[in-house]
């Protein structure tokens, strides 16, 4: 019985949040978001909006027009096309890279590196007219003038990278540096059963343990706020063997008799975390 409870009172104790509260949800609802997500920019985005909740994943880190947000290796810009133009004129949208300056992987040189330059000039593509001011950094090159002026940092789906290719520790040096006093850090992360071994969780299939993300988190600094299922998927079995980049969008290794299930599946099981920066 007192196992029963101790566990009872751990469960009481830790933040959570299956769904969204009232507040987040009309944030979610709002009709300036609602504007940006049927904007014909996001034609080609729009698919995957079922599998990423993109109104609830920046509610639930509450995001809100007019601030400064920094995306973490933003890509393709996928979240770049939803938080720039809600952020509207008066916030800044910042994309991060990694220190790349000792690299020479090649690939990791022409998608992430020299983000200063190149990012801005994709966004400008983008046509974002009424949009946030867009500007980028890689972590060798930090603008010092952006020290504590930060009110949110978003990773999404990037921190088992940040973790294998030993991005994390400059990484989160800069975040803490950049955020303001009592900042948001919001992660979004393929999520591996807890009880998985280490070759399942250490990041190299794309998927690590939530308790390990908010002890790691722990580690830099950053207390966790609350936690949502907005993103979860229970069909995704997480025992690909090519690890999470066989499920959609990637479906790398996708076969004709494999590529129907794969769709069906959807993207992967993700943790939403949200946390803030200690002092």
Same mark, same amino acid.
């Given at each position: ?5 101790? @566990? @009872?009172?751990?469960?009481?104790? =830790? ?6 509260? =009232? ?6 609802? +709002? ?7 049927? +904007?014909?920019?996001? &034609? ?6 079922? #599998?990423?909740?993109? =109104? ?7 995001? %809100? ?10 890509? *393709?810009?996928? $979240?770049?096309?939803?938080? @720039? ?10 994309? /991060? ?9 090649? #690939?990791?040189? +022409? ?12 966004? =400008?593509?983008?046509? $974002? ?14 603008? %010092? ?5 930060? &009110? ?19 990484? /989160?040096?800069?975040? !803490? ?27 190299? %299939?794309? #998927? ?9 988190? +722990?580690?830099?600094? $950053? &207390? ?13 079995? %997480? &025992?690909?063997?090519? *690890? ?12 004709? @008799? ?11 099981? !993700?943790?939403?975390?949200? $946390?803030?920066?200690?002092?």
């Amino acid at each position: 019985m007192r196992v029963v409870l101790l @566990a @009872a009172a751990a469960l009481l104790a =830790a933040p959570v949040n299956l769904g969204l509260p =009232a507040r987040l949800a009309a944030q979610a609802a +709002d009709p300036a978001m609602a504007r940006v997500l049927a +904007d014909p920019r996001r &034609d080609g985005d729009r698919a995957r909006d079922a #599998y990423r909740h993109p =109104a609830e994943t920046l509610a639930f880190f509450e995001v %809100k027009p007019g601030m400064t947000v920094v995306d973490y290796l933003p890509a *393709g810009g996928w $979240f770049t096309r939803v938080i @720039a133009p809600y952020l509207g004129p008066d916030g800044h949208y910042i994309a /991060m890279g990694p220190d790349l300056s000792g690299e020479s992987n090649r #690939y990791f040189l +022409d998608s992430m590196g020299g983000l200063a330059d190149k990012f801005p000039r994709s966004a =400008a593509g983008w046509d $974002f007219t009424g949009a946030a001011r867009i500007s980028a950094f890689n972590v060798d090159g930090y603008p %010092k003038e952006l020290d504590s002026t930060v &009110d949110r940092v978003l990773i999404f789906r990037e921190l088992h990278n940040q973790l294998r290719f030993g991005w994390l520790n400059k990484d /989160m040096a800069t975040i !803490r540096r950049m955020l303001r006093p009592g900042g948001l850090l919001g992660i979004e992360e393929h999520r591996m059963f807890e009880n998985a071994p280490y070759a399942m969780s250490d990041g190299s %299939k794309g #998927y690590l343990r939530e308790s390990d993300v908010v002890k790691l988190m +722990d580690v830099y600094g $950053f &207390d966790l706020v609350a936690r949502s299922e907005v993103n979860a998927n229970p069909k995704d079995t %997480k &025992d690909w063997p090519q *690890g999470v980049w066989m499920l959609p969008p990637g479906l790398r290794g996708a076969t004709d @008799a494999t590529r129907q299930k794969m769709l069906a599946i959807g993207e992967s099981d !993700r943790m939403t975390l949200l $946390f803030r920066k200690r002092d």
